[in-house]
């Protein structure tokens, strides 16, 4: 049975192409694997950094609707990055990329090849239904290896103990950890060209190849 999780029809008055790839699975969280971050490296690096050459970020798939979704809800896109963008930034500038575990690489590895926010989160710490929503005034969370974060008209996710995600940056409450059995992975899609569907079936494949995922289903809404 699929957890509960919906988008509030609301936002689809703002910005139609909103929708939401989910994975849950089970897994044994693992330190980052050496021989990943060699496929990583030798692999995908060198096709995300041919793709992005010479493109202007308006145009890069997945971050292009990012981009157009938070301008429509009122967030500057320029001064307020999707996290996939940030993480295709850093790529093509040749800036190291860090290693986490073994669940949240394979989020990072997702976006790379499809330019789309993925975050994933640890199902004992999520209370109820979940609604992507926009926040109201005041609003807010610690973002994981930072401070409050300014979320003022941002799309995020909310179960009953009030907000924990969003495709600009995640909150410490709901955040993989060692501990963590049971996942809640995210695909933050803004860009109706986008095959979600072969998305997801992609990263299937490599949150159990990567991450040893068991006892997986995939759905979107």
């Known amino acids: ?59 890069v798939p997945g971050v292009r ?16 990055r999707v996290s ?9 500038r040749g800036d190291k990329l860090y290693p986490v575990n073994s669940v949240v690489d394979v989020n990072n590895l997702l976006s790379l090849q499809s330019g789309l926010s993925v975050g994933s989160y640890d199902l004992a710490n999520i209370h109820g239904p979940i609604t992507l929503r926009r926040t109201v005034q005041g ?10 974060l300014d979320l003022e008209n941002m799309l995020v996710l909310a179960d009953d103990a009030g907000i924990f995600g969003s495709s600009m940056s995640d909150s410490t409450r709901a955040m993989v950890t060692e501990e963590t059995k049971e996942i809640l992975s995210v695909i933050y899609c803004f860009d109706r060209d986008t ?17 040893g995922a068991k006892a997986l ?3 979107s809404i």
Request: no cysteine; hydrophobic share 45%; proline share 5%.
């Open 139 to 148: 609003e807010g969370y610690t973002g994981i290896g930072k401070d409050l």
């Open 65 to 80: 609707g990012s981009r157009a979704a938070y301008k429509a809800f009122g967030r500057n896109p320029g001064r307020y």
């Open 1 to 59: 049975m699929h957890y509960e999780v919906r988008i509030d029809p609301k936002l689809f008055d703002t910005y139609p192409d909103i929708r939401l790839g989910l994975i849950r699975f089970q897994a044994d969280i693992q330190p980052p694997d050496a021989a990943f971050w060699a496929y990583l490296d030798a692999e995908i690096l060198p096709q995300v950094r041919a793709a992005l050459e010479g493109r202007e970020w308006s145009q």
């Open 217 to 219: 289903e995939a759905w």
């Open 195 to 211: 095959d979600l569907a072969a998305l997801l079936a992609s990263a299937r494949q490599a949150f159990e190849r990567f991450a």
């Open 84 to 92: 996939s963008e940030a993480l295709l930034r850093r790529v093509r």
